[in-house]
């Protein structure tokens, strides 16, 4: 019975050694990664939230694609270093130019006017021989017979993890799989976010989303587990395989920016035999989803999946082998961008994100080398950025010693203050009405805001369209002439007087209407956290200005999502992130039809102006130009002129990346630029463990003062010892 | 024994379909299935016909607690209620909103729970039990004073502190450990020092204090006082004797918690980035997945009344004289 | 009227709970066995020292429920804003507010601005501050006038007390003293009331008033927040919160567990399984679940009734008034408990069997028997709970379910400040602040529930 006893010993003996080994007395104590990854070619980053969707068709946002955009590869990607941003090929071999037909499906020439096209087409050539990473779904048996395709729910419950898969397989890509993928976005399980948009566009799609409904239903009603829903066998009008790597999808009328979506993970490849795989019985019980498991073609495959933890991408076998880029904008060659032109990529075997839900400790990590590259945090502002007296920016002296760079570039994207236009007090299109909402907009002072709670880290908007995008200007043409006047060379806000005036030309005088009663606006947020605080406490301090009391109806996130869609908010923020780089993006945010009230649309104000309508539907088929320019421009002093948003701000994005990370250049509207960078392990694995020595004396000083504290007492206490012994019943 | 144990269990039925019930009834009207069909399906272009779809994948469009439309006893199992909140008493706890097994993730994070838990615990209940005995041992003395308000001044100051001082002391500054974060196997030790050693010290005025006052009431008894008039040493007499009788009062605040340590800690897991049950909890309530906090309550109340049929056996245990019947 | 009253649902409480209070303590005069513990209480220096600190949070907290609106100058009607009795004390601290963050004592801005200079160019610099240290021309004066006013302070605080305390050891004077005599009885101490730390006490709380008095007109002596208000001002807001949550918390359940607690003691049977059954259940969910639950569902109660919400200062009171009550739900479980098991053993006392044989009614047996003698096991928890509630309140409100982000609260404070810890160089004070304040509460508060506790406690009596 001695012998369990001894093994135990060895065992405890074994596990004391190992937490010996894990603090070796030189290394980094708080290093958070194995010591086995100490030099190994691995990018360090974080992800704050565990991504929603993973499957192309459903997933809709930036979390998301920071892992599926690296996974999947739809036909076309932008250029990673050419500005204004251009789509180029990715599986393609060719941005393919629009064919149009007319109603009775008849060529047109290509400069024929947007009302006599009726439906346009593109195909898409892929390039031969690209294949898919490896993954059980395409795993064969010696005979050529798939082997994990048939499985019944007792074998499926042996697997915990993709990995758990004894084989895996692959397959080369084709134009099928394309299609494939169209047709998931019409499936009625998947939800995909973008199916209203596209059963405007694609042929037939509205008609084959009912199809497949009704298929559905029927297979539901079957009440098999794991029902799969062949879409190789339903037909969808608009797209069309030519061969093996060719297929065509025709769309309704001229539709620009179609070629936009096409770059975007919607429209990735997905294998018939993945879904087929994953809807096996059992799978769903086990997280076996597609939803779960990126199948792509793309540099990197997705091989942990832990989202309480550590999710990591790494090098796909199967790559293609693209290559980097070998021309970019001016000033890139300079800035060490083409030192590796037309080198393969990736360049990095494998990228860990781990869980990191705080600002503070990533920050501090960051600090100490442990994430390669970090936002500038606002409570860090100071510590990592100088602001030269002109605005520019550079690295703080703290930052310049430990090697980190800095990069900035203003965001696709507009943060705004809305007014719901439905509103009886702050809604309509009346004169009072109108100039309430100029004074408002004048007394927010925006440029504060971004000052106070970002750091000067933004510029404010002067109209929807953020820089970078067309359509917008720069300098005294772009100025909001009902915000700002143009003086000193640069825009100014107004005074507050000339805010007070118009309130008062409102019928507002001193922020009472004329009974005298006290104007009272709501301010409705989903903000309710104590950091959010400051700055409605800011908010309010802007319409005190006008004397008008703003009162905060702080909800929870599903209530004043609530509130927005009955239209029973006032005022609001909202947010919008660029979907692709186009003016279209952002005015639709506007567009009558597309209101949040009835419509069910991005228009959250409920904006309905019939002349900025008509503008709108005439800018939107229109390409790139003076034309179209003019038109932008009629729209944006419409929208100005009525003030439906208190213009807000296009916030700018500071990234931070130490020394040894190289091939970095920001990229707002591309997901899938892992593949571009380079680090330097070496280099990092010095810094790491010079920046970390453990300090150990506090601890030491701790317990010497409490060993101090407690030993007179020992010693008196021996002493009353001996001499209660001498004198017993004392 | 057995008997009592089993009447135990049959009392506890009842308190969970309580417990089952003021949670259904808390989460249910305060959100519809339309919100949290929303939280889940995300912000952009959500359509009402996406919204019905989740619901009724979800079986979340069926009445709450009585189905006129269906047949009988289908009337009371084909709603929300049965199929969801009775379902836990056979612990399948089944599908989060997001979709995902929920059996399956409580199984995964409550190692990183009990990895810290644990030991906060048991060092924890040492720790305590020690120093107490060190200030009943020097009664009195300087030592007695000063410990007992130093454990008040300990005791005032808001848990909040000993997180944020400790995490910003030992990570930050002196670089002992990582900052957060959370790692497998050998690799957990050095990510879990810091939670277990800011657990401990935050625990050590007032369970220091309280042992303290148990030791202090033995000491008063007559037991004592004989047993030091045989000669015996103040040290035996104080573990020998007083220690012993001292854990009953101990136990009794004590076991209960023990199948709570599965649960982890709110604020420790989500300061140092944990991924036990404790930070699960707490992003169900953020994102309002009604499914995780439904699940966990029950846990919770299911480890609860664990702890106090435990409490119990360990008073047998500790003291003959106790019999359960 | 200038002014016209609001009466708050948490302000009606306390002014119950101050009525109460009042009550008891005439009650307690009049009682010999509750006078002798009390006065047990009253003999301990450091409780004594600790009330005094106590009643100091408790006048701020008093001062700020009283809440009402001003007339407005010119038209026949009120502010549609809400000030207290405090508000209007620390005006100057309430309205000097900056843009952003300031260090305590400081004259510039914590942060670099880009600021316009007059030749046109754009400069990035720490700006002066427009209200810190306004009235010095040049920074190097900052330290001289700090000294100057401190000593001024000091010099104030003293003379006050000093004052204060001739007048008290006059009164106090035994007949037949001269005053020499009474001054030399008072510096001995040896009295049974142990009035020298009392008035040690009030002078240290004295020179901080002072201080506090002197210095902060002029400057930021805590420093400010993000967006630029005093965190003097936020500190002293907060303790009315800690306050009520620590109070109004104990007065909500304590009908429920009193009742249901003795109920269930003396009738047995049914009723005890019922009421057991109750406090089991309630005490097997997880608190802070509970409260989260409680908590979302009156914001959803709020969003769809805004009508009745349309003030911050509502909303937020009624939040807190909520908050208390659910933290009374979860926590009236043990003392419902306790109160049990000592019914339980009352019952067995012979009086209250004969009182029950000569046919006495059971409610006037539970009001006139029961009720009195379960008060000690009262007392106990309600001063015990105090502290752990205040410190409660910081924990929930850093999960996201405490009091109103809009209100001023410790626990508002410590959750902002764990961002600023962050900040290169770091921003301490408002986490400083918050502990300061708060610790001295919580300590004052243990250190006189461990003298109440020590002297009802039969247990402990010895």
Redesign the interface.
Same mark, same amino acid.
């Given at each position: 019975m001695s012998e369990p006893k001894s093994e135990w010993r060895a065992r405890l003996a074994l596990?004391l050694v190992?937490?010996g080994l $894990? *603090?070796p007395a030189s290394a980094?104590?708080?290093?958070?990664y194995?010591e086995a990854e100490r030099t190994a070619n691995i990018l360090y980053a974080a992800f704050n939230?565990r991504p %929603?969707h993973l499957d192309p068709a459903r997933s809709?946002?930036e979390n998301e694609y920071a892992f599926i955009a690296q996974v999947y590869e739809p036909p076309f990607q932008y250029h990673y270093l050419r500005r204004p941003y251009a789509l180029v090929p990715l599986t393609a071999t060719a941005v393919p130019r629009p064919i149009y037909l007319d109603k009775s499906n008849r060529r047109l020439p290509p400069t024929a006017p947007a009302g006599a096209i009726a439906y346009s087409i593109y195909e898409i050539k892929l390039r031969p021989g690209i294949r898919y990473q490896p993954h059980p779904a395409f795993a064969r048996d010696e005979r050529g017979q798939p082997l994990f395709q048939s499985l019944d729910a007792a074998t499926v419950r042996r697997f915990n993890t993709i990995a758990d898969f004894p084989r895996q397989g692959t397959r080369e890509l084709v134009a099928a799989d394309y299609i494939y993928q169209i047709k998931r976005l019409a499936h009625?399980?998947l939800?995909s976010?973008? &199916? /209203?948009?596209m059963a405007d566009h694609i042929v037939g799609f509205k008609d084959y989303a009912r199809t497949l409904a009704a298929a559905w239903r029927k297979l539901a009603a079957a009440g098999a587990d794991g029902a799969y829903l062949d879409l190789t066998r339903f037909p969808l009008a608009g797209v069309e395989e030519v061969d093996r790597y060719t297929f065509r999808v025709k769309i309704h009328g001229k539709y620009p920016q179609f070629l936009y979506w096409m770059a975007m993970p919607f429209f990735a490849p997905m294998p018939p035999e993945a879904d087929r795989f994953f809807s096996q019985p059992g799978m769903?019980?086990?997280?076996l $989803?597609l939803?779960w498991y990126p199948v792509g073609t793309g540099p990197y495959m997705l091989t942990v999946n832990?989202p309480?933890?550590q999710m990591v991408l790494e090098r796909n076998p199967n790559f293609h082998g693209e290559l980097y880029p070998a021309d970019g904008e001016p000033g890139d060659a300079v800035a060490g961008l083409l030192k590796d032109a037309g080198q393969p990529l990736p360049f990095i075997d494998r990228v860990v994100f781990? &869980?990191?839900?705080?600002?503070?400790?990533y920050?501090? %990590?960051f600090l100490?080398g442990?994430y390669d590259r970090s936002a500038v945090?606002?409570?860090?502002?100071?510590?990592a950025v100088?602001? /030269? /007296?002109?605005?520019d920016t550079e690295v703080s002296d703290?930052m310049k010693a430990r090697g980190i760079s800095l990069l900035t570039s203003v965001q696709t994207s507009t943060f705004y203050l809305g007014f719901n236009m439905l509103d009886s007090v702050v809604g309509g299109y009346g004169e009072r009405a109108r100039k309430l909402r100029q004074a408002i907009s004048i007394a927010i002072d925006m440029e504060?805001q971004i000052?106070?709670f970002r750091?000067?880290r933004g510029i404010a908007a002067q109209g929807p369209l953020p820089p970078g995008i067309f359509g917008y200007k720069e300098g005294q043409a772009g100025v909001n002439p009902y915000v700002y006047d143009w003086a000193?060379g640069r825009a100014e806000r107004k005074p507050i007087e000339a805010a007070q005036r118009l309130l008062a030309e409102a019928g507002y005088a001193n922020g009472?209407d004329a009974t005298?009663r006290?104007l &009272?606006l709501?301010f409705d947020t989903a903000a $309710? /956290?104590? =950091?959010? %605080?400051?700055r &409605? @406490?800011?908010l309010r301090?802007q319409l005190q200005k006008l004397n008008v009391?703003l009162? *905060?109806?702080? $909800? @929870?996130?599903?209530?004043f999502?609530? %509130?927005m869609r009955k239209g029973d908010a006032q005022l609001f923020e909202w947010g919008w992130n660029a979907d692709y780089p186009d003016p279209e993006n952002f005015l639709f945010l506007l567009y009558g039809p597309n209101k949040k009230v009835g419509g =069910?649309g991005?228009n959250a104000a409920n904006y309905d102006n019939p002349e900025f309508d008509r503008l709108f539907e005439r800018m939107r088929n229109m390409d790139n130009g003076p034309e179209r320019q003019r038109v932008i421009d009629q729209m944006v002093d419409i929208a100005r002129r009525d003030a439906p948003w208190a213009w807000g701000l296009h916030p700018m994005q500071f990234s931070l990346q130490h020394a040894w990370v190289s091939n970095v250049k920001p990229n707002n509207i591309a997901n899938n630029t892992l593949k571009y960078m380079r680090i330097d392990p070496q280099r990092r694995a010095v810094a790491r463990e010079a920046w970390?020595?453990?300090? *150990?004396w506090?601890?030491a000083a701790v317990m010497a003062l409490l060993v101090a504290? *407690?030993m007179?007492?020992v010693v008196?206490?021996r002493r009353r010892?001996l001499r209660s012994q001498r004198q017993?019943n004392g | 024994m057995l008997a009592y144990l089993i009447r135990r269990l049959l009392y506890a039925v009842p308190i969970l379909l309580g417990v089952n019930l003021l949670t259904f009834a808390l989460f249910f009207f305060v959100n519809s299935p339309d919100d949290m069909a929303r939280i889940q399906l995300g912000v952009k272009r959500v359509t009402p016909e996406a919204i019905a779809q989740w619901k009724a994948e979800r079986g979340y469009d069926k009445p709450l607690v009585y189905n006129d439309k269906a047949a009988g006893l289908q009337r009371v199992t084909d709603t929300i209620f049965y199929r969801h909140s009775l379902r836990l008493f056979a612990f399948d706890f089944g599908r989060s909103d997001e979709g995902r097994d929920i059996g399956y993730d409580i199984r995964q994070r409550m190692w990183p729970s009990l990895a810290i838990a644990l030991p906060t615990f048991l060092v924890g209940v040492l720790a305590y039990v020690t120093f107490a005995l060190i200030l009943a041992f020097f009664r009195g003395m300087y030592l007695d004073t000063v410990g007992v308000v130093v454990c008040v001044i300990l005791m005032s100051v808001s848990a909040l502190f000993y997180v944020i001082g400790g995490q910003y002391l030992a990570s930050k500054l002196l670089h002992l450990v990582p900052i957060s974060g959370y790692g497998g196997g050998v690799d957990a030790f050095k990510f879990i020092v810091l939670p277990v050693v800011i657990g401990v010290v935050s625990g050590i005025g007032g369970n220091t204090r309280l042992y303290r006052t148990f030791f202090l009431e033995e000491i008063g008894k007559d037991y004592v006082r004989t047993a030091r008039a045989k000669g015996l040493s103040e040290a035996r007499v104080l573990f020998r004797h007083v220690l012993k009788n001292a854990l009953i009062p101990i136990l009794t605040g004590v076991v209960v918690v023990i199948p709570l340590l599965f649960i982890g800690s709110l604020i420790m897991e989500s300061f140092f980035g944990i991924p036990g049950l404790g930070s699960y909890t707490i992003d169900a309530i953020n994102s309002q997945d009604f499914a995780i906090v439904r699940a966990m309550v029950f846990l919770g109340s299911v480890l609860y009344i664990v702890g106090l049929i435990l409490t119990d056996f360990s008073y047998t245990l500790v003291d003959p004289r106790v019999r359960l019947s | 009227m200038p002014i016209q009253f609001v009466f708050l649902w948490t302000d009606a409480l306390i002014y119950v709970l101050l009525a109460v209070v009042s009550v008891f303590v005439v009650y307690a005069v009049r009682h010999e066995h509750l006078r002798a513990p009390w006065s047990q209480v009253a003999r301990r220096p450091l409780a004594m020292g600790a009330l005094v600190v106590l009643l100091a949070y408790v006048a701020i907290g008093l001062l700020d429920s009283v809440h009402y609106r001003e007339r407005l100058a010119k038209q026949d009607q009120y502010a549609a804003e809400v000030k207290s009795l405090l508000d209007t004390l620390l005006q100057p601290l309430r309205t000097r507010t900056e843009r952003t963050y300031s260090a305590p004592f400081a004259i510039h801005a914590f942060t670099s601005e880009t600021v316009d200079k007059p030749d046109g160019t754009r400069e990035r610099a720490y700006p002066r501050l427009k209200y810190g240290g306004a009235h010095l021309a040049t920074a190097d004066e900052r330290a001289g006038d700090i000294g100057r006013r401190t000593a001024r302070a000091l010099g104030t605080a003293v003379l006050v007390w000093l004052l204060a305390l001739g007048v008290f050891v006059y009164w106090r004077r035994l007949p037949g003293d001269d005053y020499r005599a009474a001054v030399m009885r008072f510096i001995r101490g040896g009295e049974r009331i142990p009035w020298r730390t009392i008035w040690a006490t009030t002078g240290v709380l004295l020179l901080v008033l002072s201080c506090g008095v002197y210095l902060s007109p002029y400057y930021h002596v805590l420093g400010t927040d993000q967006v630029g208000i005093d965190v003097l001002y936020k500190s002293l807001k907060s303790v009315r919160t800690g306050l009520v949550i620590g109070t109004l918390t104990t007065l909500v359940m304590l009908p429920f567990a009193l009742v249901f607690g003795v109920a269930a003691g003396y009738f047995r049977g049914w009723i005890d399984d019922v009421i057991q059954y109750t406090y089991t259940t309630l005490s097997s969910i997880p608190g802070v679940l509970l409260i989260a639950a409680a908590i979302l569902s009156l914001q959803v109660y709020m969003a769809t009734h805004p009508e009745s919400f349309d003030n911050v200062v509502v909303r937020a009171d009624t939040r807190l008034l909520f908050l208390c009550a659910i933290l009374g739900v979860t926590s009236w479980t043990s003392l419902c408990r306790l109160l049990r098991g000592e019914t339980l053993k009352l019952r067995e006392l012979d009086y209250i069997g004969a009182a029950r044989a000569l046919g006495v009614t059971s409610a006037r047996i539970m009001t006139r028997h029961l009720f009195p003698n379960v008060m000690h096991v009262v007392l106990i928890t309600v001063v015990l709970d105090f502290s752990g509630l205040v410190l409660a309140e910081a924990v929930l409100s850093y999960v996201g379910v405490g009091v109103d982000p809009s209100m001023e609260s410790w626990g508002n404070m410590i959750n902002g400040a764990r961002l600023e810890m962050a900040r290169e160089p770091m921003v301490w004070w408002t986490l400083a602040a918050a502990f300061v304040f708060m610790f001295g509460l919580v300590l004052a508060a243990n250190l006189f529930a461990d003298a109440v506790r020590d002297a009802f406690d039969p247990r402990l009596r010895r």
């Open positions: 596990v190992m937490i $894990t *603090v980094a104590w708080n290093n958070p194995p939230e %929603k809709y946002s009625p399980a939800h976010p973008i &199916l /209203g948009v769903a019980q086990k997280n $989803t939803d832990n309480n933890r781990s &869980l990191e839900k705080e600002n503070i400790p920050w501090t %990590k100490q442990y945090p606002n409570e860090s502002f100071d510590q100088r602001v /030269g /007296g002109s605005g703290e504060e000052a106070i750091n000067g000193n009472q005298g006290p &009272l709501y $309710t /956290g104590p =950091e959010q %605080k400051a &409605l @406490d800011w301090k009391q009162v *905060v109806r702080a $909800t @929870d996130y599903n209530r999502q609530e %509130k =069910e991005e970390n020595r453990p300090v *150990v506090p601890i504290g *407690v007179p007492a008196s206490y010892e017993p | - | -």
